[in-house]
């Protein structure tokens, strides 16, 4: 019997590790950045053995029930669910980390913002349908890099433009299609390798947190030296006559103060 880690893959069964893939995004099982990242694995596989590695933690064949629906820009169905919006009207308004997307997404930003991050979503759709509109604010859709970024409509004293590194020619990936309208706004589909990490902002609180504690370099902080036989922790405590705080001033029966020359 031939060992599975030397015997190289076919096409054929390079296309049957997708198309399951596809099933258990559909599914819930995968979410938009595994969906990509494991079909770009995929697409590169050299042997058998890799190929079972990419779906080694999703049901067997014929398990899954259903066809996934192929990737491809086409019409949504009429009678659907209703379309999600995220409005933001003169503030903010973020979605990030785990969420489930089985509808079109709306996104309107009238002097204000509006970021949906795809990364982490679990994609049950086919194709992600999207509709953003942008007046005097902006829209950012966040995706990872190696999806498919179908993007048009209109701009008006504002921009619409997508910054997604593509994936190579042949590949059956994901489908993110935007139609975008622009009034003195911004409409932009961005990359991973445009976008922050999904962890940075935790990791950048955190070492803030450990620099101001000190232990930034491993070093604590230094404890104060204990006081001698004539010092005290009060630092406003003084011995002698001069308890005041503020400038010396000379005893008047000393003299005129500043001292005056003489024959004055």
Do not use: C
Not at 107 to 135: K, N, P, Y
């Amino acid at each position: 019997m031939n060992d599975p880690g030397v015997i190289r893959a076919s096409d054929a069964e390079r296309e049957a590790v997708v198309e399951r893939l596809r099933v258990a995004s559909v599914e819930g099982r995968l979410t938009l950045g595994e969906l990509t990242e494991r079909t770009e694995a995929a697409y590169t596989a050299v042997t058998q053995a890799e190929l079972a590695v990419i779906t080694s933690d999703l049901p067997a064949d014929g398990r899954s029930q259903g066809p996934a629906p192929a990737y491809a820009p086409d019409p949504a169905p009429q009678g659907g669910r209703a379309r999600r919006w995220f409005v933001a009207v003169m503030g903010d308004s973020k979605r990030r980390g785990k969420w489930r997307i089985d509808q079109g997404l709306g996104a309107v930003a009238v002097m204000g913002d509006v970021v949906l991050d795809l990364r982490e979503a679990e994609v049950r759709t086919g194709v992600v349908d999207i509709v953003a509109a942008a007046v005097m604010g902006d829209v950012k859709i966040i995706v990872p890099d190696g999806v498919d970024v179908d993007l048009e409509g209109i701009a008006i004293m504002g921009d619409k433009k997508v910054q997604v590194l593509e994936a190579p020619p042949g590949m059956n990936v994901p489908v993110i299609r935007v139609k975008a309208y622009a009034v003195m706004g911004d409409v932009r589909v961005i990359g991973d390798s445009k976008a922050k990490p999904v962890k940075k902002a935790w990791a950048a609180w955190r070492e803030q947190w450990r620099e101001l504690r000190g232990e930034l370099m491993g070093e604590p902080q230094r404890p104060l030296p204990p006081p001698g036989p004539h010092q005290h922790l009060d630092p406003h405590w003084h011995s002698g006559p001069q308890q005041r705080s503020g400038p010396h001033r000379p005893d008047p029966s000393q003299g005129p103060y500043p001292p005056q020359p003489p024959g004055y």
